[in-house]
């Protein structure tokens, strides 16, 4: 009779690191780095000029996470980051962006990124003002960075095909033992989110969050704060709104569930990228992160092989494995 | 048969599969946003009752004498609306107003005639039916300390 232990190695090596698609990951890194280099870019709660507007604020409210002591140690530590510091590294940062976008030394290029936005981020929170959107993009990036995701769709694997001779591959076709396991850690971070949030309802809201009244006043209160309509005429309907947090409080208490289940995937994707599109069309809550990061529940590499398929006339049926 | 380097590869890959695993799962449910990126994630948790007041804002004015009052809103200290309503109303509602507390300072800079400041809640409350108007009630009325007393 086996060992435990020895059994234990084996579920845990299939589980994390059987052969993916490369395809996936990659697709998963473009769409990701794409996302937050724009953010960093363009918007105005992330963009270069936001961080004057940080630096101004009172020091009194300044309160250093601890990432933000860890990373600002090169820096001289918390207390030592100036305005130029944090715009260097911000300017850095999104040449890493750009490097991990186009697929240019992407490891390296993705692990700057990601420490850098983590760095910038949590600088921005430190000053008394922590949200929730940013965090698992943070993780995302880290776990894109340690895999092979600049194998495809990058400057890199043209380069090596051009000068190292490598044989050309189908794209849609090649796999790799560690295509997997970033995947499958930001889908449990996803799960992980929403059992936080669900635990959330139940302590915070002391077991009555879904009486229906909850969410009419959510609704009322960004609907009027951020101007709404939509949100506003939506709080005016107990019935509809009380189902509606059911269907929540179900959703984030059981989406663990499909993780272990994948099939339910086809229930629980649509239905949560439905709710944070509702959520922002509705609350005007910018969860971007989490919308675009939805990509890692698509397995794209089949997607684009049925589709190749369809074309030709010849659809494989079941051929979609919701890792 | 997987070779040294793979075998440390893959024992590396999986003590940072655990370690941000684990540090989720913790922070999820300790009640702290103090680890980020991890988190716990109480958004919109709190449970809300009929007839409860929203909290769509708070409104902040400065009164000065002869009647003479000036609102003050997150952009005239170039703040966004979150860190308004943390540093800046929760200061003058838990009292806390006087002039080495450097958020206060800056508004009381913005109208040095002040000789209070007056905290209003917003004027709706949520009901079975949806928003129902009411009056903006004064829930603090706190007097500025003059330069150099104490609180």
């Known amino acids: 009779m086996q060992g435990f232990a020895p059994r234990a190695r084996r579920a845990w090596a299939k589980y994390w690191f059987r052969p993916a698609a490369l395809f996936d990951i990659a697709a998963l890194r473009v769409l990701a780095v794409g996302l937050q280099l724009g953010l960093l870019l363009l918007d105005p709660r992330y963009n270069l000029a936001s961080l004057k507007v ?12 601890p990432v933000v002591h860890l990373l600002s140690l ?3 530590g918390a207390y030592a980051l100036s305005l130029g510091t944090m715009q260097s590294v911000q300017v850095v940062t999104m040449c890493a962006g750009f490097l991990a976008l186009i697929g240019l030394f992407t490891n390296a290029s993705l692990l700057v990124f990601a420490l850098g936005c983590t760095f910038l981020q949590g600088w921005a929170c430190s000053f008394d003002d922590i949200h929730h959107p940013e965090a698992v993009m943070m993780v995302a990036l880290g776990a894109l960075a340690l895999g092979p995701s600049g194998k495809l769709l990058s400057v890199d694997s043209w380069l090596s095909r051009k000068f190292r001779k490598a044989p050309a591959v189908d794209m849609l076709s090649a796999t790799s033992p560690e295509a997997r396991w970033p995947v499958l850690l930001i889908q449990w971070f996803f799960a992980l989110m929403y059992l936080s949030a669900f635990y959330a309802k139940l302590v915070v809201g002391e077991g009555q969050w879904f009486n229906g009244y909850s969410l009419q006043f959510y609704l009322a209160v960004d609907g009027l704060r951020w101007g709404s309509d939509l949100a506003v005429w939506l709080a005016q309907f107990h019935w509809i709104v009380f189902l509606s947090s059911l269907a929540v409080f179900f959703f984030q208490g059981t989406f663990f569930v499909s993780m272990l289940y994948p099939r339910l995937k086809w229930f629980y994707v649509p239905f949560g990228m439905s709710l944070h599109v509702g959520i922002y069309v509705l609350l005007r809550a910018p969860f971007f ?5 939805y990509a ?4 794209w590499g089949e997607l684009l092989k049925q589709l190749r398929l369809m074309r030709r006339g010849t659809p494989v049926a079941g051929a979609f494995d919701a890792t | 048969m997987p070779d040294a380097v793979q075998i440390i590869r893959r024992t590396l890959l999986s003590g940072f599969i655990l370690m941000v695993l684990g540090t989720q799962t913790v922070a999820g449910f300790s009640h702290t946003d103090r680890w980020f990126p991890f988190l716990w994630y109480p958004m919109y948790a709190a449970h809300h009752e009929e007839g409860e007041r929203l909290d769509v804002r708070h409104f902040l004015y400065a009164v000065a004498g002869e009647g003479r009052e000036y609102e003050i809103r997150p952009e ?3 703040m966004g609306f979150w860190r308004f309503e943390g540093a800046v109303i929760n200061s003058v509602l838990s009292r806390k107003i006087d002039r080495s507390n450097e958020v206060i300072r800056r508004v009381l800079d913005l109208h040095p005639d002040a000789i209070a400041l007056r905290v209003q809640d917003y004027p709706a409350a949520i009901t079975r039916n949806g928003i129902k108007p009411l009056p903006s009630n004064v829930i603090a009325v706190v ?7 104490s609180f």
């Open chain 2, 76 to 78: 005239d200290l170039q």
């Open chain 1, 296 to 299: 890692v529940f698509v397995p």
């Open chain 2, 143 to 149: 007097p500025v300390p003059q330069q150099g007393a």
């Open chain 1, 74 to 76: 090169p820096f001289g």
């Open chain 1, 289 to 293: 992160q989490w919308a675009v990061l």
């Open chain 1, 54 to 65: 940080i630096a101004a604020l009172p020091s009194s409210l300044y309160w250093p996470l």
